[in-house]
């Protein structure tokens, strides 16, 4: 069936650098991809998301890259903050799939300050 | 605009006892309506879903079951819990036309003892 892996599992950066986070789909057909945040004991919540007919795109400090041909798409975090920390959650979608996201494990991102 | 409401925000029960979770959506018209459960450091499993009063398609097979009553408002229901029950369970919902973006209500934490 539909898989989405998403590595790793915790990453913890220094406040100020770069934090990456990759997933991989396994359904070709999948055309939306989008990435929720959840902070501690609190609801996801979509940040940034992208459609298969972009490469990439940026929200302030946060951007998304998709390649389709391998079928990994990847969150971009730059100068991270404390208030970064939360578990990310990617995932995807294919239209006429009744509505059902498929998302990743989830990261635990831990900015250090 | 729309918002969804969940409750109760956090629940103690023993096992054996019965349970009933309640979700409604306002400010929109026949959404699809979702029951996710993460337990203590995991993903988003995905429980339940539904397109439609009175349609339910779950996901997992196990001792709950959910109902749609009303257009915008979604049950989840056990008969008897099991310890395993333990978890955070999110209600979301999506527009029948976007189906891929999903709004999480504040959840619920159970604990089953």
């Known amino acids: 069936g539909e898989n989405v892996e998403q590595h790793p599992s915790t990453l913890s950066v220094q406040e100020g650098d770069s934090a990456v986070i990759k997933c991989t789909y396994s359904?070709?057909?999948?055309?939306?991809f989008p990435w929720y945040k959840q902070e501690l004991g609190k609801r996801p919540q979509l940040i940034i998301d992208?459609?298969?007919?972009?490469g990439e795109k940026k929200d302030q400090r946060i951007a998304v890259t998709l390649n389709k041909t391998a079928k990994h798409f990847s969150l971009h975090i730059t100068e991270t903050q404390p208030e970064d920390s939360a578990v990310y959650f990617c995932?995807?979608?294919?239209?006429?799939?009744?509505?059902?996201?498929?998302f990743g494990q989830g990261t635990t991102l831990q900015v250090k300050p | 605009s729309q918002t969804i409401h969940q409750w109760p925000a956090t629940l103690v029960q023993p096992v054996g006892s019965p349970l009933s979770l309640e979700c409604t959506v306002e400010g929109t018209s026949n959404p699809n309506l979702y029951w996710y459960r993460q337990a203590a450091g995991r993903g988003l499993q995905l429980l339940f879903y539904?397109?439609?009063?009175?349609?339910i398609s779950s996901e997992v097979p196990q001792n709950l079951s959910a109902s749609r009553p009303q257009d915008r408002q979604f049950i989840l229901s056990s008969k008897k819990l099991l310890l395993s029950d333990s978890g955070f369970y999110l209600c979301?919902?999506?527009?029948?036309?976007?189906?891929?973006?999903?709004?999480f209500g504040s959840g619920t934490q159970l604990s089953v003892l």
């Open positions: 992208i459609r298969s007919n972009v």
């Open positions: 359904d070709s057909a999948s055309n939306y």
């Open positions: 539904s397109v439609g009063i009175g349609q």
């Open positions: 979301a919902w999506s527009t029948t036309s976007q189906g891929e973006k999903l709004f």
């Open positions: 995932a995807s979608f294919r239209s006429g799939n009744t509505g059902k996201l498929i």
